[in-house]
């Protein structure tokens, strides 16, 4: 049987500041997707948060880009983002782009990372969420899990993936896209996905022992300030991965994370800094807004439900991993408004260099 596996999330409303999700927003989330479950709209769901964007994991029979699923999970940000108003949370319904649902919620501001695949006797499958970072975020950690020998040890010795995995890349600035296979074409693959504000993995898919159409990985890639035109959010990206068995094992898929890489997105969209792995109780962005977060869950599904779940980097083992991330952001933070700490110009999210250009206008003179 087929099972679609389905994380939608958005900003809809911090508390307080951009910090959190509020736990009243988490509640009348999982009573709407408890309602939907009794209705048979879905099969299964779990509600959390990374720092402030709420994160909604569905499992269903519906398949990808569902309208009953889309329009299900966008009520649920609507009515959430209706209690954040009343409350006074802070930037209360702001991933929200536009008032009307049209069939799915592509290009409306939610994030989206969805896989119909046939499960397998069992099915293991990790849920990462990022926060105050972009679905760049995520070319470290996926091309390691799928296509490093030095992270993934099955790549070497394990027959079912030794013929590697092929990567489905997208130029997010050119709305276009790439297959590219791996091991064969690392060097390509990586010429691009070093360059993670444009080029991102977008889904793997395995070459041997599993079907060859059905994605084993995938990651949310949109990019809310493309969408809008101008800075309203985060894209703050989510992803969904299968382990084991003729994949990555769950160590594999953990084990990137255990190195606390730079990325884009901390304060006001416009700074580098680490990626610190957290238990989901830690991922409230406080310090800088941030460091960046990811929180990853972990879930076995059978027939559609989940079975069984589990707080993966709640765990001791990722104790010097966020102890490095903080010696980073130290050593980032110090850097204060210098690159690289700061983005480039024409990647900050907030700038005001029109302004002191046009302040300074006549007062530039040209030099030999
Ligand atoms: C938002 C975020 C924050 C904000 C910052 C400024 O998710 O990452 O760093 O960009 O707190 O927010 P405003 O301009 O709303 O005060
Ligand atoms: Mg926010
Ligand atoms: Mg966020």
Same mark, same amino acid.
Do not use: C
């Given at each position: 049987m087929k099972t679609t596996f389905s994380i939608i999330k958005a900003d809809v409303g911090g508390c307080p500041g951009h910090a959190k999700v509020n736990e009243k927003l988490i509640e009348l989330a999982k009573e709407k997707l408890k309602k939907a479950k009794e209705q048979g709209i879905i099969k299964d769901f779990f509600v959390t948060n990374c720092g402030d964007d709420l994160e909604l994991i569905m499992t269903h029979d519906k398949g990808e880009n569902n309208e009953s699923i889309h329009g299900l999970a966008w009520n649920v940000f609507k009515e959430a983002s209706e209690l954040a108003k009343q409350l006074g949370f802070y930037g209360a319904g702001q991933d929200l782009l536009k008032d009307a649902f049209s069939g799915n919620v592509r290009g409306l501001?939610?994030? $989206?990372?969805?896989?119909?695949?046939?499960?397998?006797? =069992?099915? /293991? $499958?990790?849920?990462? +969420? +990022?926060?105050?970072?972009?679905?760049?975020?995520?070319?470290? /950690?996926?091309? *390691?899990?799928?296509?490093?020998?030095?992270?993934?040890?099955?790549?070497?010795?394990?027959?079912?993936?030794?013929?590697?995995?092929?990567?489905?890349?997208?130029?997010?600035?050119?709305?276009?896209?790439?297959?590219?296979?791996?091991?064969?074409?690392?060097?390509?693959?990586?010429?691009? $996905?070093?360059?993670? %504000?444009?080029?991102? $993995?977008?889904?793997?898919? /395995?070459?041997? %022992?599993?079907?060859?159409?059905? /994605?084993?990985?995938?990651? =949310?890639?949109?990019?809310?300030?493309?969408?809008?035109?101008?800075?309203?959010?985060?894209?703050?990206?989510?992803?969904?991965? *299968?382990?084991?068995?003729?994949?990555?094992?769950?160590g594999e898929v953990l084990e990137p994370f255990a190195f606390p890489h730079l990325v884009s997105g901390w304060m006001r969209g416009s700074h580098n800094g680490p990626i610190m792995p957290v238990a989901n109780k830690q991922a409230k962005c406080t310090r800088f807004d941030g460091p960046p977060r990811v929180i990853a869950i972990g879930f076995q599904v059978k027939n559609g439900m989940i079975t069984g779940h589990e707080d993966l980097f709640d765990d001791p083992a990722f104790d010097y991993a966020r102890n490095k991330a903080q010696e980073i952001a130290d050593y980032m933070r110090r850097h204060g408004p210098f690159e690289p700490h700061r983005l480039p110009l024409e990647e900050m999210e907030y700038t005001t260099l029109p302004k002191v250009m046009e302040k300074l206008k006549g007062r530039f003179e040209d030099v030999e």
């Open positions: 501001g939610p994030g $989206i990372a969805e896989m119909e695949f046939t499960e397998r006797k =069992s099915e /293991p $499958i990790v849920a990462f +969420m +990022m926060d105050k970072t972009e679905p760049g975020a995520f070319n470290l /950690p996926i091309y *390691r899990m799928f296509a490093d020998p030095f992270n993934t040890a099955g790549l070497i010795i394990d027959p079912k993936l030794h013929s590697g995995f092929k990567f489905e890349v997208w130029d997010i600035k050119e709305h276009k896209r790439v297959f590219l296979n791996t091991p064969e074409e690392m060097y390509d693959l990586l010429a691009l $996905i070093g360059a993670k %504000s444009r080029f991102v $993995i977008k889904r793997v898919y /395995p070459r041997s %022992s599993l079907p060859e159409d059905e /994605p084993v990985a995938v990651v =949310s890639t949109e990019k809310l300030f493309q969408i809008a035109g101008e800075y309203i959010g985060k894209d703050d990206p989510v992803a969904a991965v *299968r382990a084991q068995s003729g994949l990555p094992a769950l």
